[in-house]
């Protein structure tokens, strides 16, 4: 095999989803992932269930992805698996399956943070996304986190602003909980928002000291007393109205989201703007990140639907770009529930 090919396994167990990919250098060769239904009755990821399930999954997936990508294990120069940040229980699994796959093919160990491998999802060689020129701002948005990053190079994150209180993602979610939509909410919210007047309904853009942190605490509250108190006049609300609930509160959302990256291009002065998290999936957060390409002029990047929720192929890119610089972990590194974007 060529020696300027680098073969690398990634392992990803942060929360709900256990993954495996093989990158062939920055291609994916292949991304599986396995989904975990489980949590669905409890609207919401219950901790224990979630490490018992990676454990199920871990095994037969890494075994599909090296099959599907035609690398044996052999073939293999480094194990590259997420370290946090996570549930503590999930992330556990993926660390030790990793470091005795790693002592057992006797090759490097490679700890990623989860929430630098959203962001460098983009650097992925895929021809349906281009890659950001540094230094690029980069919203990064999911069910834990809501963040404006200025991204100067493939480990140098700075952060400009974050959410105070509760992430974007667990508004969505927490709003499609108060109307009765199944979890996980923000795909459902998305799809009947695409039918509903997103004018109809007017709710609040809570304000933070700093004009790039965010704030959802207060918008999920006011979403909570405007359902209940219109619930309270006639029962049949939010069945008669869900389209247009769901297309207001996905237009404030994306008003906030939007006039906060406005922001952070006006005081930076950078006009490359990235997209990246599960929540980056949402088509209407998508078509408002295409449309200030258009009217302000930026160049933007929004990453493929596949690379944008919990994967491995994220962590694979990641273990490249580590593999590359020789920036290898030992055995005694261990699984961190918490962990900035900005540490390594």
Known sequence: MDKNTINILAIESSCDDTSAAVLQNDRVLANVIANQKVHA??????????????????????????????????????????????????????????????????????????????????????????????????????????????????????????TIDDAVGETFDKAAKIMGLPYPGGPFIDKLAAAGNPDRFSFPQPKTQNELDFSFSGLKTSVLYFLQKNQKENQNFIEENKEDICASLQKTIIDILMAKLKHASKVTGIEHIAIAGGVSANSGIRQALKNAEKDLGWTTYIPKFEYTTDNAAMIGIVGYFKYLDQNFSDQKIKAKARLSVEKE
């Open 41 to 162: 009755e409890y609207g919401g990821v219950v901790p224990e269930l979630a490490s018992r399930a990676h454990q199920q999954n871990i095994v037969p997936v890494i075994e599909t992805a090296l099959k599907r990508s035609g690398i044996d294990k052999s073939n293999l120069d480094g194990i590259a698996f997420t370290k946090g940040p996570g549930l503590l229980g999930s992330l556990l699994v993926g660390t030790s399956f990793a470091k005795s796959l790693s002592l057992g093919l006797k090759i490097p160990l490679i700890g990623v943070n989860h929430m630098q491998a959203h962001v460098l999802a983009h650097f992925i060689d895929d021809e349906e996304q281009k890659k950001p020129p540094f230094p690029f701002i980069c919203l990064t948005i999911s069910g834990g986190h809501t963040q404006i990053l200025n991204v100067k190079g493939h480990f140098d994150f700075e952060i400009l602003g974050e």
